[in-house]
């Protein structure tokens, strides 16, 4: 019997992907451990295939399977197949080799309720798919691109803390869809794409990476890319940056020495270890977080310390958000506000009053930081949350599973400091 050629069905990788999944629901191990590449497989238990098994009974019975979708990364795919459980959505995303294996899984489940906002006008752009091409990472993008002639102004957003998909998806909260398509409805073409580690998570979960690897790199790589698509004005593209990416976007700026503007959105101005042991602060002193308790604030206290005291040849990472020591060490003497200072561009940089992510206190170090430059404009909303979402009250991660926008003064704000 003849072989089936490599564009044949052994190699389909939406197939291929279908037997994965259906491996994954049914809780075969043998099935699912046969399709992945050996890398993965390698990183693969079987406690952590019956754990996830659990995390899926979690979500009810299987009540439909969609069609999957594929694009293209060059010498690899990513498959999305959409999956409706009784009580969640949820899209598992599927890394596809050359070789027609499995090489990353990640599931993302889908907000509830989620509908544009009434600023929002999708008859007035357009949206195509783009690939990040950083060598042995392609990520997956999206381009809003406003109808009309341009060339436009374009913005590059950069996401927070974490693996976060190009949507900055937050339970039902979408920042920076929002941000896309507010801001492409006002004439600006903008760009947002999957983090290096929601496509390659297995792969970046066994490797010492630094912030360079998990945002930095890539968001250079995706400033060229957008700089190279037809209807943007390359001489007017700017960088925005939330949470985590806010705190990066002076450094990313200054590397790529080319960006005519920076927004930076809920962005702590203190050390990332600082920053995380203020918010468990936060969560035990307001007794609303019923997951965190004193022993994880203890913790986190020894665990930062431990943080500030690590050497270049340090390996040993404390256990403090889970990154390794080459994160910790490539951000030593990091200071964003420094990095601001030198920039040649204009500033924006926007926080709320009820974040506690990065609260207030980060704001009036950017406040004072950049006191003096005419070029800054820096903005306080006292409703706003960390999500740039208003509300009333102590802030909670319970707010941002309810339905909601950014404000649309932000998307004006950030449109106006844009020349829109």
């Known amino acids: 019997m003849a072989q089936p050629s490599p564009s044949g069905p052994a190699h389909d990788p939406a197939a291929i992907a279908r037997k994965a999944l259906d491996a994954l629901l049914g809780q075969n191990f043998a099935d699912y451990s046969a399709v992945?590449?050996?890398?993965?497989?390698?990183?693969?238990?079987?406690?952590?295939?019956?754990?996830?098994?659990?995390?899926i009974k979690s979500w009810g019975a299987v009540e439909k399977v969609g069609d999957p979708s594929v694009q293209n990364m060059g010498p690899s795919n990513l498959v999305t197949i959409p999956v409706s459980f009784a009580s969640q959505e949820v899209n598992f995303m599927f890394g596809v080799n050359a070789?027609?294996?499995?090489?990353?899984?990640?599931?993302r489940p889908v907000s509830v309720g989620w509908r544009p906002a009434s600023y929002c006008n999708a008859a007035s752009f357009k949206e195509r798919n783009i690939t990040i091409d950083s060598s042995e990472w392609k990520l997956p993008g999206t381009l809003s691109v406003p109808k009309g002639s341009g060339p436009f102004p374009a913005v590059l957003l950069v996401q927070g803390f974490g693996p976060r998909d190009r949507d900055e998806t937050n339970s039902a909260i979408k920042v920076f869809r929002d941000l896309a398509c507010g801001l492409a409805s006002r004439g600006i073409v903008?760009?947002?794409?999957?983090?290096?580690?929601?496509?390659?998570?297995?792969?970046?979960?066994?490797?010492?990476?630094?912030?360079?690897?998990?945002?930095?790199?890539?968001?250079e790589t995706a400033l060229d890319v957008l700089r190279a698509q037809p209807e943007v004005d390359g001489k007017h593209v700017y960088l925005l940056g939330h949470d985590l990416g806010g705190y990066l976007a002076p450094w990313i700026a200054t590397d790529d020495e080319k960006v005519a503007g920076v927004i930076i959105m809920g962005a702590n101005a203190r050390p990332l270890e600082d920053v995380m042991v203020g918010t468990l602060q936060y969560m035990v002193d307001t007794q609303q977080f019923t997951s965190v308790s004193k022993a994880d604030l203890d913790?986190?206290?020894?665990?930062?310390?431990?943080?500030?005291?690590?050497e270049d040849t340090d390996t040993d990472a404390p256990p403090l958000l889970g990154?390794?020591?080459?994160?910790?060490?490539?951000?030593?003497?990091?200071?964003?506000?420094?990095?601001?200072?030198?920039?040649?561009?204009?500033?924006?940089?926007?926080?709320?009053?009820?974040?506690?992510?990065?609260?207030?206190?980060?704001?009036?170090?950017w406040k004072n930081g950049l006191a003096g430059r005419k070029d800054a404009t820096i903005k306080l909303y006292p409703?706003?949350?960390?999500?740039?979402?208003?509300?009333?009250?102590?802030?909670?991660?319970?707010?941002?599973?309810?339905?909601?926008?950014?404000?649309?003064?932000?998307?004006d704000d950030i449109a106006k400091f844009m020349g829109k």
């Open 323 to 365: 990154l390794p020591s080459a994160y910790w060490i490539d951000l030593k003497g990091y200071d964003p506000i420094a990095d601001a200072k030198k920039l040649s561009v204009p500033i924006l940089v926007l926080a709320g009053g009820r974040d506690f992510q990065a609260p207030p206190a980060d704001f009036t170090l």
């Open 36 to 55: 992945l590449a050996p890398q993965l497989k390698a990183a693969t238990t079987d406690q952590q295939f019956v754990k996830f098994g659990e995390q």
């Open 190 to 219: 903008v760009l947002r794409y999957e983090k290096r580690t929601v496509v390659y998570a297995q792969k970046m979960a066994g490797k010492p990476y630094t912030p360079s690897d998990e945002t930095v790199d890539d968001a």
């Open 383 to 411: 409703a706003m949350n960390h999500l740039f979402v208003a509300g009333e009250g102590r802030s909670t991660e319970a707010e941002y599973k309810k339905p909601g926008h950014v404000a649309p003064e932000v998307v």
């Open 99 to 107: 070789s027609g294996q499995v090489s990353g899984m990640v599931p």
């Open 299 to 310: 913790n986190a206290k020894s665990a930062a310390a431990r943080v500030k005291k690590l």
